[in-house]
Nanobody, 123 residues
Framework: QVQLVESGGGLVQTGGSLKLSCAIS????????MGWFRQSPGKERECVAA????????YYTDTVKGRFTISRENHGKSIDLQMSSLMREDTAVYYC????????????????WGQGTKVTVSS
């Protein structure tokens, strides 16, 4: 059974930095894409950043371009999301995801989800 375990959420001040990590285990996925979605109250879950199975392609939603960086680590078995210049609008629960696909940008197409980690940006 696929398991995604996130870490690194917490409280940070506006303009600060935070790194989220996600490790995948218990799977037989081959060439799987991974990424981060986020959801805040009253809003749909949106793709923040995604990375292809070999790390060769990345995607960022417009609002985080230049501030967030996604990377694959540990021979592709984990991903990090380095977040900087954080704004209050970045406050949300962040979910790690994975799928047997090149890259998924729509929540309804995601196969596997982590439990979520909360990020709160305060002024």
């Amino acid at each position: 059974q696929v398991q995604l375990v996130e870490s690194g959420g917490g409280l940070v001040q506006t303009g600060g930095s935070l790194k989220l990590s996600c490790a995948i285990s218990g799977h037989t996925l081959i060439s799987y894409g991974m990424g981060w979605f986020r959801q805040s109250p009253g809003k749909e879950r949106e793709c923040v950043a995604a990375i292809s199975w070999n790390g060769g392609r990345t995607y960022y939603t417009d609002t985080v371009k230049g501030r967030f960086t996604i990377s694959r680590e540990n021979h592709g078995k984990s991903i990090d999301l380095q977040m900087s210049s954080l704004m209050r609008e970045d406050t949300a629960v962040y979910y790690c995801e994975a799928e047997q696909s090149f890259m998924i940008l729509t929540a309804s197409d995601v196969e596997f989800w982590g439990q979520g980690t909360k990020v709160t940006v305060s002024s």
